[in-house]
């Protein structure tokens, strides 16, 4: 019904607005105790980037971003993967070195709040995190140049805590193809192939958002562990390259892989995206921009990219999004492969998210509007977090038996 009214795209139905927006995002207790018993698993959170930032403390309310405990607590969000991330274009030992400063920085975050965070490597140490009623933290490192072409890197990672490693970021890397970049390689090299049969040998968990369809591809066919695509969204519903077309969806399903859907609204809504981009020149022109006038500074960063969002939003340059488009593309990729293939990959803390998913306290609405729909409590729990969970353990599955026979 809100969906219905917003193509009416006209501030004179305001009130009207009002009472459809509260209705659709009002939660039952039906929907609270579900989502408040199940594990709630993003896969997918800019956070790590905070803790370099002055004002930041993820132990309080902060007025900004979209995660920190309190907020955590209040959406029901009891996993979390921290993103290791630095800009693309950073190779070889500086790379490593960053990534490590941030590797740092989660476990020291963790060690601060241990009575609220706790480093978890496997499926079975979230559901024991669960059980303490603790919050899950994981870490993914978003890119593949951030083990400086060098594997040994790549276990090190995965010792440190690393679960999943994203093949390449917005640019290609030494070894991998991006969406976002002219290709380079055909998908993967061959040292890109012996990446991905290292990442199944450690037990870190191959992610092929951000990549070339043919990386995808190349990865899938490698991979002997199902992939997961730890945020992106639907072609189908939004044509983005960072998203994935229906044949990708349906070839990581049928491998026992799955998509975590990201919130980004330029990424879950076709006109946001086609308005953004004549505003913007895509999100790598924009991404080009901010740095030339930010340079490393991430507050400086996502503060300008809000702050021009914003004011554009405002002028009636870009239309709004209702956060109801995550659940279009959760059904979507439902509808297609069955609730056994999607997830949660919010992207919190790294892009705009849309009306009514201002920050992790609204999850529990996704939970409402997937019951609305009729889906059942079962599947509704695998959505929310079970269905990564097992990716994660035939991911450690995988690793055994890799490891046993050698
Ligand atoms: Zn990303």
Redesign the pocket.
């Known amino acids: 019904m809100v969906r219905a009214i917003l193509s009416l795209g006209a501030c004179a139905v305001a009130g009207v607005l009002l009472v459809g927006a509260m209705k659709a995002d009002s939660v039952s207790d039906k929907a609270r105790s579900l989502h408040f018993s199940s594990i709630v698993l993003d896969t ?1 959170d800019d956070t790590t980037q905070r803790f370099f930032t002055k004002d930041f403390d993820i132990g309080k309310r902060n007025p900004g971003g979209h995660i920190d405990i309190p907020r955590m607590r209040e959406g029901g969000m009891n996993a979390i993967f921290f ?1 290791i ?1 630095i800009d693309g274009r950073i190779m070889g030992p500086p790379a490593v070195q960053k990534a490590l400063d941030q590797i740092d920085a989660v476990h020291e975050n963790v060690r601060k709040y241990s009575k609220d965070l706790v480093v978890c490597r496997t499926a079975a140490e979230v559901r024991a995190a669960r059980k303490q009623g603790k919050i899950a933290a994981l870490m993914g490192v ?1 890119g593949g140049h951030m083990i400086g072409n060098d594997i040994r890197v790549l276990r090190m990672f995965g010792d440190l805590g690393v679960r999943y490693i ?1 093949l390449s ?1 917005f640019y290609n890397d030494e070894w991998a193809d991006s969406s976002t970049d002219k290709p380079a390689h055909n998908g993967l090299t061959d040292f890109g192939k012996d990446i991905v049969r290292e990442m199944n040998r450690q037990g870190i968990m191959v992610d092929i ?2 990549v070339s369809d043919k990386t995808f591809y190349d990865a899938l066919e490698v991979s002997k562990a199902p992939l997961i695509a730890s ?1 992106s969204s639907c072609r189908a519903l939004c044509n983005h390259p960072r998203d994935m077309s229906d044949d990708m969806i349906k070839a990581l399903a049928a491998k026992g892989g799955v998509i975590q859907i990201n919130y980004e609204k330029s990424f879950i809504d076709q006109a946001y995206k086609d308005a953004s981009e004549k505003l913007s020149g895509g999100v790598v022109a924009m991404f080009d921009q901010l740095k030339k006038e930010c340079a490393d500074d991430q507050e400086c960063f996502g503060r300008k990219m809000a702050e021009q969002e914003k004011l554009a939003t405002a002028e009636g340059k870009l239309p709004h999004v209702s956060w109801e488009r995550i659940v279009d593309h959760i059904d979507h990729v439902v509808k297609l492969v069955g609730p056994e293939h999607v997830g949660l990959g919010s ?1 919190f803390d ?1 892009a705009s998210m849309p009306d009514g998913m201002e920050d992790c306290s609204r999850l529990p609405k996704i939970t409402e509007a997937l019951l609305r729909k009729g889906y059942k409590e079962d599947d509704i729990r695998k959505i929310l977090g079970g269905n990564t969970l097992r990716v994660m353990e035939q991911s450690e599955k995988v690793s055994k038996e890799m490891l046993a026979v050698q």
């Open positions: 997918h993103s991330w978003e994203t970021h958002s951000h945020h992207d790294g």
